[in-house]
C-alpha cells in the first residue's frame, strides 16, 4: 500500500484525485526551495479555513439552540484555535507526508504546529474539491465528535470543571482531587470514555465522554453539583 492510499485509510476519505491531496500536503518552503511558481498549499488552506467554519457554524446552531451569538463565537474559537487544528493535523499523522524543502526539514518543520495546522486546513479543501461539501462535512464532524462533547461542559456554564472541584476540594484539604479512566469501549472513530474523580482515595463522581479529556471534566461537573448540593448551593 502507498503512502498516500494508506494515509486515505487513515482518514476514511478515498480521493478521486490524488493530486489534491499531495497538493494538501505540499508546503509553501517547496517554492522558496526551487525559486520556481511551484503549487503548494495554500490556496488550499483559505478554502478548507472556510469549509471549516461553516460547518462546525452550522452544527454549534444546531447543537445548542439556547445558546447566543456571543456564545457561539466563543465555542467556534475553541474549536478551531491553532493548537487544536494541530492537534488534528498530529493524530492524523500528516506530518509524516508533508512535503517540505530541506531546510524546513532540517529544522523539524514535520511537527511544527503550524505546519500542521495549514496541512489541516488543507486537507478539509482539498475534500472538498474533490467530493463536495457533503464529505467534507462528514470528515469534519467525525474529527470533531470528541471536542463537542467537551464544548457541552462549558455551555452548562461551568468553563472550567477541573480547575472549579480542586479549588473547592482544596479550600477544605490539601489533596487535590485525582482522576482514573474507569472504561474505553467502541471503535475508534466513536469511542466512549467513562472516567471517575477521586479525592483521598474515595470516588466522588463519574463522568462519560468522547474523549479522556471529555470523560474527566464531566465527571468534575457531576462532583461539583454532588458537593454544592450537599453545602446548600
Same mark, same amino acid.
Given at each position: 500500500?502507498?503512502?498516500?492510499?494508506?494515509?486515505?485509510?487513515?482518514?476514511?476519505?478515498?480521493?478521486?484525485?490524488?493530486?489534491?491531496?499531495?497538493?494538501?500536503?505540499?508546503?509553501?518552503?517547496?517554492?522558496?526551495?526551487?525559486?520556481?511558481?511551484?503549487?503548494?498549499?495554500?490556496?488550499?488552506?483559505?478554502?478548507?479555513?472556510?469549509?471549516?467554519?461553516?460547518?462546525?457554524?452550522?452544527?454549534?446552531?444546531?447543537?445548542?439552540?439556547?445558546?447566543?451569538?456571543?456564545?457561539?463565537?466563543?465555542?467556534?474559537?475553541?474549536?478551531? +484555535?491553532?493548537?487544536?487544528?494541530?492537534?488534528?493535523?498530529?493524530?492524523?499523522?500528516?506530518?509524516?507526508?508533508?512535503?517540505?524543502?530541506?531546510?524546513?526539514? +532540517?529544522?523539524?518543520?514535520?511537527?511544527?504546529?503550524?505546519?500542521?495546522?495549514?496541512?489541516?486546513?488543507?486537507?478539509?479543501?482539498?475534500?472538498?474539491?474533490?467530493?463536495?461539501?457533503?464529505?467534507?462535512?462528514?470528515?469534519?464532524?467525525?474529527?470533531? +465528535?470528541?471536542?463537542?462533547?467537551?464544548?457541552?461542559?462549558?455551555?452548562?456554564?461551568?468553563? +472550567?470543571?477541573?480547575?472549579?472541584?480542586?479549588?473547592?476540594?482544596?479550600?477544605?484539604?490539601?489533596?487535590?482531587?485525582?482522576?482514573?479512566?474507569?472504561?474505553?469501549?467502541?471503535?475508534?472513530?466513536?469511542?466512549?470514555?467513562?472516567?471517575?474523580?477521586?479525592?483521598?482515595?474515595?470516588?466522588?463522581?463519574?463522568?462519560?465522554?468522547?474523549?479522556?479529556?471529555?470523560?474527566?471534566?464531566?465527571?468534575?461537573?457531576?462532583?461539583?453539583?454532588?458537593?454544592?448540593?450537599?453545602?446548600?448551593?
Amino acid at each position: 500500500m502507498s503512502a498516500l492510499a494508506e494515509l486515505q485509510t487513515r482518514l476514511g476519505y478515498q480521493f478521486r484525485d490524488d493530486g489534491l491531496l499531495l497538493l494538501a500536503l505540499t508546503h509553501p518552503s517547496i517554492a522558496h526551495e526551487q525559486n520556481v511558481p511551484t503549487p503548494h498549499n495554500q490556496r488550499l488552506e483559505f478554502l478548507g479555513d472556510a469549509v471549516l467554519g461553516l460547518v462546525l457554524s452550522s452544527a454549534l446552531y444546531k447543537k445548542f439552540p439556547d445558546s447566543d451569538e456571543g456564545l457561539l463565537t466563543k465555542s467556534r474559537a475553541r474549536l478551531v +484555535n491553532a493548537g487544536s487544528l494541530a492537534a488534528h493535523g498530529r493524530a492524523l499523522g500528516l506530518g509524516a507526508h508533508l512535503v517540505l524543502s530541506r531546510g524546513e526539514e +532540517n529544522t523539524g518543520g514535520r511537527e511544527r504546529a503550524s505546519a500542521l495546522t495549514d496541512a489541516f486546513e488543507s486537507l478539509l479543501g482539498a475534500i472538498f474539491l474533490d467530493g463536495g461539501l457533503e464529505p467534507a462535512r462528514e470528515f469534519i464532524l467525525r474529527e470533531f +465528535n470528541g471536542d463537542f462533547s467537551e464544548l457541552e461542559v462549558s455551555t452548562a456554564g461551568i468553563e +472550567n470543571p477541573k480547575g472549579e472541584l480542586q479549588e473547592l476540594l482544596q479550600a477544605k484539604s490539601p489533596v487535590a482531587p485525582s482522576y482514573e479512566l474507569i472504561s474505553a469501549v467502541g471503535p475508534d472513530h466513536d469511542r466512549q470514555f467513562i472516567c471517575a474523580v477521586l479525592h483521598g482515595g474515595v470516588e466522588l463522581a463519574r463522568g462519560a465522554g468522547k474523549s479522556k479529556r471529555a470523560a474527566e471534566s464531566e465527571a468534575a461537573v457531576a462532583a461539583l453539583k454532588i458537593l454544592r448540593a450537599a453545602a446548600g448551593g
